[in-house]
């Protein structure tokens, strides 16, 4: 009966990763008149999903399974697949089917919308479709997890076991550290010169092969994978050997698709790093959206952004770069990469800004969804907010409220993922710096692969056997804290500004 | 009941279409080592699909129209629906599910290894595939109408009505003309100089806005449509605002993928001329791909071939490519392009010859599926029909047998079409020249509105609700037949080589 379900259960990983193909194609190629019938597509497969995923057998055999032996003496593998798929099952059958197919319908038509109204910085474009989505999204919320709070449940989906109140608290110490460490950096007499990255030309068609050969030497695998190029930098799975990454290209910014694709590729070396065996079932899935976001922000940020690491490639982007990099040395770039400066767009902001703008759109959507704060009202609510914690207000609502595809695509109780990802890189790599004394000499070498094999066995391996914080505290030895990011933003942007 | 059996047949076009998103990113995006989730996918979607298809219920609906009064009595559309969608429903219920879910993972596994057999020329990677499609294919037609010969059953799928035999009766005058026409060619004191074409650089930078342009003006919309990059060049629709056409790029020769483009756009203008109103039904169906390929070769060569054609394209290649064309006027260039000389590629064969291909491909596909010729002996008896028909014999079988996609992908029975195409093409032409005295001085002016406008109410507009030859002598005035093809090549070529 275990394989059977398993069976079941992969199946339908096999037909949900033809909807991944659907949004891959839809974000990447799709012309601008196909939107109204890739809807439809959507739509018709995500409705023959849903009854797959709520296939009266398959109830039956979990709920079987559930009461046998396997699910207290099996493996640690078949155990969490019986506690996992049931919940899973059990979440979805509270789905009427009318509303799967109307989230991914309306899905696609806003997310279209999206595109339109940031080109024009239309709010009122937009305004209409979100205001569907929130509805649609309250809706879920109510069906899947009648006994959580609605934020709550809709977090459930991409951070299992995350509650709003534990968020809040997490990430008000962060924001105690964070606030004084940019107004300090603001206002010290010594500051960051970051011209040799700001004021040349770098030539697209030689970033390309330069960012390419960076994935490929973090170990992104281009046979399991891809590198396209969209407006919003994503990393997306089709299948167990097929993960595709994007990233924008920016003539007068080096860091643009660099530190994109370090980031997509981080998301990527995690996916590529799950257990082939256990495709399509829990063991071989990711954990949470946190620990996905903790591979992407690892690389980017804790690799990328290390002098160790620019040991290694300023040569390389030398060579590739010559007119803008001929004369640069490792000091100068790595200085240059170490500005904090408020700034409008949240995916240009800098490490430590970046989650102020994660933790004011965790408090804007959960208003809405919790019924404090009106769809029409996000506009005025997003610039008021943004003008207490960065000092300005947005020029327009392309630099404000449409910034972000996130809520256009349905993706509510998504955003707090990106600093809880944060949280627990910096917890991570600190644990890594501990168990291996001589990484530095690896990154300034080119040498990524011991770091990678403890993200693999500490991280990748487990799937999403464990939830987020016991996965962390396993890996690290210690619960879960903020302190371990504070201590590296202080640490790093406190030596840039001579704090 | 006539809507609810629309509603239906348009929910299996919408998830067919969806199948046609993994066809479309399997050729043109998919890493190297993802074909077998591919293969997974194109297989659970293919069985849903058939399970859609042949559903109980659309046949009782289908099975109560065709006694009810609009089978007789309704709109031509509404007949032509009924008729059809029963037939196809017959067809599909008597297909076995393992049978099509085979088919469906056998073609892209078939696929993916003819890639490899024929960039390293091993026919033996690719036998035992194509001796299990070809087991397939015989058992498909079998199944699907046993009431006639196996290819005429395989052939029914591509060229509804098609029989062998008339096909047979149909390219021999067509072969007897040939023939003596290129012995002709390569006798004649009088060669075309076709240096122009094929002794300069055309850097593919610029090749691309070149022809995207030269399809944007032959009438393809790339609001609903786009232009990528493969090995071999095609067509295909994920949607009725999605046709998406593809070509190779050779930095030698600016006809590959002008003639590449001008063909597979001629396609899509086919595609993208069907009646959106009657999408997924037959009325806005295209008719057989016989019609389609007349389509795609009217534009390339009654079009494209042309000396008024070049009178309007000549001042933009040259802008385009200073450099190779800076000198070159119109008749030099059209000469170029006047060259008859058998070739081992049929892709890349001139207009004459390319018959000679299609025929013996027809030839030996028949004589596979009809028991007269083993898989095994495809490479000798393709190399020696090849000597006989063009007087040498491949260096290879990259160069022979491996060349096509169409037996890996199940394609059996789809060459025949190709030559039919072209005999239609011819017959539709002559019939716009009759019915336009101005079509050079059109075409001369980059004015290609009317003859598409022709067509799309003489062919496209008719939806499949006539087949190929009820449609060319509805839109001719004449049945089909080969004169018209035989006369255009011996007059055009005839004239380069002074005949």
């Given amino acids: 009966m275990f394989a059977e379900a398993c069976g079941h259960a992969r199946r339908v990983a096999v037909l949900a990763s033809v909807e991944a193909v659907l949004g891959w194609d839809e974000q990447t190629m799709l012309p601008r008149a ?38 207290t003496g099996g493996s640690p593998e078949q155990q969490a697949t019986i506690r996992l798929l049931r919940r899973d099952f059990e979440k979805q059958a509270r789905l009427p089917p009318r509303l799967v197919e109307e989230l991914a319908r309306t899905g696609v038509g806003a997310q279209q919308a999206w595109v339109a109204a940031r080109a024009g910085s239309s709010w009122k474009m937009l305004e209409p479709w979100l205001d569907r989505m929130f509805a649609l999204k309250r809706e879920q919320a109510d069906c899947q997890r009648p006994d959580l709070d609605r934020y ?6 991409y951070e299992p076991g995350a509650r ?55 170990g992104f695998d281009f046979d399991r994978g891809r590198l396209d190029t969209t407006a919003h930098p994503f990393c997306t799975t089709l299948g167990p050997d097929d993960c595709r990454i994007t990233t924008r290209w920016n003539e007068r910014s080096l860091p643009t698709a660099l530190y994109g694709v370090l980031h997509e590729a981080g998301h990527g070396l995690y996916e590529q790093g799950l257990r082939r065996d256990w ?42 770069f010559p007119a803008a990099l001929g004369d640069a040395d490792v000091a100068t770039v790595h200085e240059a990469l170490m500005v904090v400066r408020p700034s409008f767009i949240r995916v240009e902001a800098d ?26 009202d996000l506009p005025a609510a997003w610039n008021d907010r943004f003008e207490k914690d960065f000092g300005m207000r947005p020029p327009d609502d ?12 349905g993706l509510v109780g998504y955003f707090p993922t990106y600093t809880l990802g944060n949280i627990y890189a910096a917890q991570l790599m ?70």
């Avoid at 023959?48 to 979990?62: C, P, Y």
Wanted: net charge negative; charged share 25%; proline share 4%.
């Fill in 279 to 320: 495709y399509g079932l829990p063991p071989g899935e990711t954990a949470s959206l946190g620990i996905h976001e903790s591979q992407s922000r690892l690389w980017e940020n804790m690799v990328g952004r290390s002098t160790s690491f620019w040991e290694w490639c300023l040569p390389l982007a030398r060579a590739a």
């Fill in 398 to 409: 392309a630099h404000g409220v449409l910034q972000d595809i996130h809520w256009s695509a």
């Fill in 430 to 499: 600190a644990a890594a710096r501990r168990r291996f004394s001589g990484l530095d000499d690896d990154f300034a070498a080119g040498r990524f692969q011991a770091l990678l094999a403890w993200l693999r066995e500490e991280v990748h391996a487990a799937g999403r056997m464990l939830e987020s914080d016991p996965l962390v505290e396993r890996a690290t030895g210690s619960p879960v804290q903020a302190d371990w990011l504070v201590q590296s933003l202080w640490e790093r942007y406190g030596a840039a500004y001579g704090l």
């Fill in 351 to 376: 490490e430590v800004t970046y989650n102020l703008h994660v933790m004011m759109r965790f408090d804007l959507e959960r208003a809405v969804v919790q019924g404090d704060l009106a769809v029409a």
């Fill in 34 to 71: 196909a939107a109204g019938h890739r809807a439809d597509q959507a739509a018709a497969l995500a409705a023959i999903v849903h009854r797959l995923r709520t296939d009266a057998a398959q109830g039956e055999r979990l709920h079987g399974l559930a009461a046998g032996p396997l699910a």
């Fill in 152 to 157: 709550d449940s809709l977090m459930d989906d």
């Fill in 164 to 218: 709003w109140r534990d968020v809040v608290g997490r990430f008000e110490p962060l924001r105690a550290a964070i606030v004084p460490l940019v107004q300090a950096c603001r206002e010290s007499s010594t500051q960051p010169d970051d011209r040799i990255l700001t004021s040349a030309t770098y030539p697209i068609d030689a970033q390309r092969p330069f960012v390419r050969d960076v994935a490929v030497r973090i």
